[in-house]
């Protein structure tokens, strides 16, 4: 079992439900990710954030909302997605040392949504 | 120009055969590059990082790394069915610490 856990592991909602996904990471890291896996695709980085400020959000639809209370807990609001959002969203966490080489990503287990 | 490039196979070799798995990158100031393995339906998880220019081995695994060429590849020797997976090749930004280009994968198979 990794450092890093996500919950709800499967989801499915409609276009109108609005819902939460949490990542929790153990490794005392101060940066954390959202990605998204869709079939076929290179893993698209969503959001970073370290100690708790978002440092990047590449271009992500409004529709999704992250949030970082903490350096140990991430969340992404879900809420009037489309059936192409349906994809595995994964959640990473690295300890980011200003002027260092870069850190390995650690994953979760991952959250598998479809929206109908 | 994709930032990172991987022949997506599918890869399949006899068990006990050399794998290799190649990567190419766009970025000339990319520093830091990684190799994950991810069993189908299960997320990535890391085998091997690199930094340096040269060979960097790990048991079965061997990790090689050309920056002139732009060019990072993973070698698993004496392959087994459980190495088969889709492998991973990420390489940082560099122009930013911490964020990372991944490949598409490719899917290896090794059959008994």
């Known amino acids: 079992e990794t450092g890093v856990t996500q919950t709800p592991r499967h989801l499915v909602m409609g276009m109108t439900n609005k819902k939460s996904l949490k990542c929790e990471q153990h490794l005392g890291h101060n940066a954390m990710y959202w990605y998204k896996q869709s079939a076929k695709k290179p893993l698209e980085l969503m959001f970073v954030y370290n100690f708790k400020e978002q440092t990047e959000n590449n271009s992500v639809p409004s529709r999704f909302s992250p949030e970082c209370p903490n350096s140990s807990h991430l969340f992404l609001h879900l809420h009037t997605l489309q059936p192409e959002d349906s994809a595995l969203y994964l959640c990473?966490?690295?300890?980011?040392?200003?002027?260092?080489?870069?850190?390995?990503?650690?994953f979760g287990p991952g959250t598998r949504l479809t929206v109908l | 120009q994709k930032e990172v490039e991987q022949n997506s196979g599918p890869l399949s070799v006899p068990e006990g055969a050399i794998a290799s798995l190649n990567c190419t990158y766009s970025d000339r100031g990319s520093q830091s590059f990684f190799w994950y393995r991810q069993y189908s339906g299960k997320s990535p998880e890391l085998i091997m990082s690199i930094y340096s220019n040269g060979d960097k081995e790990d048991g079965r695994f061997t990790a090689q790394l050309n920056k002139a060429s732009q060019y990072v590849s993973l070698l698993i020797r004496d392959s087994q069915p459980s190495d088969s997976a889709t492998y991973l090749c990420a390489v940082d930004r560099g122009s930013t610490l911490g964020r990372l280009y991944f490949g598409r994968g490719t899917q290896l198979t090794v059959w008994p």
């Open positions: 990473a966490s690295s300890q980011d040392v200003a002027g260092e080489s870069t850190d390995t990503q650690y």
